[in-house]
């Protein structure tokens, strides 16, 4: 059973930064894509990044490019998100997800475990 558990939420100010983490209680050696969703209000989840246990195969969504990195550190099991130049329509809860298999993949319906959810608001 993998169980994530995410942190790093907050309230920034647009152009300022936010990192957020994600600790995985499942065997790495069993785990393919590390990875970051987001919901906002009314809207559905959507992508934002993934990492492959290789750490080759990276993933964002072309709405992030530029602005935030996904690390992922095997041994310790996280996965982080670096977001800078923050802007308001980055509003929303921030999900960790993990997919079992070994190929990428950027539908919710793909990840097999969620995290709760974290707040991120960017607002002056």
């Known amino acids: 059973q993998v169980q994530l558990v995410e942190s790093g939420g907050g309230l920034v100010q647009p152009g300022g930064s936010l990192r957020l983490s994600c600790a995985n209680s499942?065997?790495?050696?069993?785990?393919?894509?590390m990875g970051w969703f987001r919901q906002a209000p009314g809207k559905e989840r959507e992508f934002v990044a993934a990492?492959?246990?290789?750490?080759?195969?990276?993933l964002y969504a072309d709405s992030v490019k530029g602005r935030f990195t996904i690390s992922r550190d095997g041994p310790k099991n996280t996965v982080t998100l670096q977001m800078n130049s923050l802007k308001s329509e980055d509003t929303a809860v921030y999900y960790c997800?993990?997919?079992?298999?070994?190929?990428?993949?950027?539908?919710?319906?793909?990840?097999?475990?969620w995290g709760q959810g974290t707040q991120v608001t960017v607002s002056s």
């Open positions: 997800a993990v997919r079992m298999a070994m190929s990428a993949a950027t539908q919710p319906k793909k990840y097999h475990y």
């Open positions: 499942g065997r790495p050696s069993s785990i393919g894509f």
């Open positions: 990492r492959g246990r290789d750490n080759i195969s990276i």
